[in-house]
């Protein structure tokens, strides 16, 4: 038999940008900011102007499941 079971990993960590206000401080993260599984946290910002502190292993949260055969 084969279960699906839904799991989430959150990392949480904080990006430190520099930015005229926190409200583009907010977008600057939203569109140049990211982390892509097997990759590495990443910034199209330049290195002056980010920064980032976020913890190497996440939290796992098993949401469910379903038996699919």
């Not at 799991?7 to 949480?12: G, L």
């Not at 430190?16 to 910002?45: P, R």
């Amino acid at each position: 038999m084969k279960y699906a079971i839904k799991t989430r990993f959150i990392f949480e960590g904080t990006f430190f940008v520099g930015a005229e206000n926190k409200s583009q401080a907010k977008e600057y993260v939203e569109k140049h900011c990211g982390l892509v599984l097997g990759g590495d946290i990443h910034s199209s910002l330049s290195c002056e102007d980010v920064d980032w502190d976020f913890l190497v292993h996440p939290e796992k949260v098993i949401a469910g499941g379903r038996r699919v055969s």
